[in-house]
């Protein structure tokens, strides 16, 4: 399966006073748009992620809000799937070219967090949770990743507080070398494991923060994407399911879902792990990262840690994670995450990532969770001449 990529937008991810949620998205569209040289027109259908806008900007029918903004009649679908609807949408718009109903595609993510308190996102966010089983017990989303931080440093002690922390000192490294970052400034373990306890054992600086912000994609099938000259194709598409609560899962020290997507989006692009030059992988909480490197086969369960003792993680390391500065950096406006990678993805296989550039990438990985792991969805992106 190839399908092509022919433009990429995104806006700076934080805290946007200047954008509503529809503004958001129509920046993103349009940049998209400009970088594909295309008009609206040429789009035959758009999917968009979205996970929180009926529960913090009390909007929904954002699939119709999508081809309104750009005065379109075509067919437009919201797609959720909690932090993975990114991917979600990404994947239908994937699909909807290899089945042949569409030949050029707009995909976007869209979120506005920062417009209502803290409270009220974290208890929207725990709808990506089981209610009967978590929310209504008390659990949040930093709680639930605190346990599975617990449960893996507890089975595996070589990850130590330092060398988790070591995650989110890599992803502000790298995101202060992105623009659109949320967060472009470096820190250190001290910063890290000194910061205000959020979920013991996550400080503050292990979390990803609340975020505003959008990204568009726009794809083709092979024939038109050769035709305009298009270097990036998604040539692997894997996906798949676990229980939404923690206390269903066969595992609480390997995320089954995130192994599953991996394999079998490897499976469908026909590479191994070997042929990766990079990913962008879910890092809500600095924890998520160890689990995500390792379901990408990265490393071996329970040895995720080597990545960081060895510091290999960085974009001039042998196994770059997170250039864009991962959720922790750039920021995680939920739904907009998963096209945002596919953004950064573009950016580095165009060799269009400045600062934060792998030199010679040719195949690079998205990885997006939804939830504590009810939802992983693997993305490959390859250069082709
Ligand atoms: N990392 C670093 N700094 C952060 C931060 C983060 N994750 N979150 C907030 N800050 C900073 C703010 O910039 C602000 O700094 P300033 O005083 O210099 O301006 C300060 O901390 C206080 O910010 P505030 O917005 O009041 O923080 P908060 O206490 O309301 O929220 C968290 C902090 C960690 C609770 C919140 O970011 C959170 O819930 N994150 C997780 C989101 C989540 O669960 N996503 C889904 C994952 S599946």
Redesign the pocket.
């Known amino acids: 399966m190839k399908v092509g990529v022919l433009g990429i937008g995104i806006t700076k991810f934080g805290e946007i006073w200047e954008e509503g949620l529809r503004e958001l998205l129509l920046d993103a569209q349009l940049r998209a748009l400009n970088d594909a040289k295309m008009e609206p027109k040429q789009i035959d259908a758009l999917y968009t992620g979205n996970m929180c806008a009926d529960s913090l900007s009390g909007q929904l029918h954002i699939g119709a809000m999508a081809a309104e903004n750009l005065n379109l009649d075509k067919p437009s679908i919201r797609v959720e799937g909690a932090?993975a609807s990114g991917s979600l949408a990404l994947r239908q718009g994937v699909h909807s070219i290899a089945s042949g109903d569409a030949d050029i595609v707009m995909v976007s993510g869209v979120e506005k967090m920062t417009d209502v308190s803290?409270e009220q996102?974290?208890t929207a966010?725990m709808g990506?949770g089981d209610e009967e089983l978590e929310g209504f017990n008390g659990l949040?989303?930093?709680g639930l990743?605190a346990l599975l931080a617990k449960a893996y440093m507890h089975k595996y002690p070589a990850l130590t507080r330092e060398l988790l922390a070591e995650v989110s000192v890599k992803n502000h490294f790298h995101g202060a070398r992105n623009p659109y970052a949320q967060?472009q400034n470096e820190i250190n373990i001290d910063t890290v494991i000194n910061a205000t306890m959020?979920a013991d054992p996550l400080t503050?600086?292990d979390?990803?923060?609340?975020t505003d912000g959008a990204a568009s994609i726009i794809l083709a099938s092979e024939a038109t994407a050769k035709k305009l000259g298009t270097e990036v194709y998604i040539t692997g598409s894997g996906l798949a399911n676990d229980s939404l609560s923690l206390a269903r899962r066969k595992s609480l020290t390997r995320l089954d879902a995130g192994h599953a997507a991996a394999q079998r989006a490897y499976k469908q692009a026909g590479i191994t792990v070997k042929d990766i030059n990079f990913a962008e992988v879910h890092d809500?909480?600095s924890i998520a990262e160890i689990y995500a490197v390792e379901a990408l086969g990265f490393a071996k369960e329970g040895e995720a840690y080597k990545l960081y003792k060895d510091k290999q993680t960085y974009f001039d390391g042998k196994n770059p994670i997170n250039t864009s500065g991962g959720l922790?950096a750039c920021g995680?406006p939920?739904a907009a995450t998963g096209v945002k990678q596919a953004v950064e993805a573009t950016m580095q296989l165009r060799g269009e990532a400045g600062l934060r550039q792998v030199k010679g990438a040719t195949t690079g990985v998205t990885y997006n969770v939804g939830?504590s792991g009810a939802t992983a969805c693997v993305h490959v992106f390859k250069k082709m001449k």
């Not at 979390?207 to 609340?210: D, E, F, N, V």
């Open positions: 932090c803290t996102v974290t966010l990506a949040t989303f930093p990743y967060f959020v503050l600086f979390c990803s923060p609340i809500c909480f922790k995680h939920v939830g």
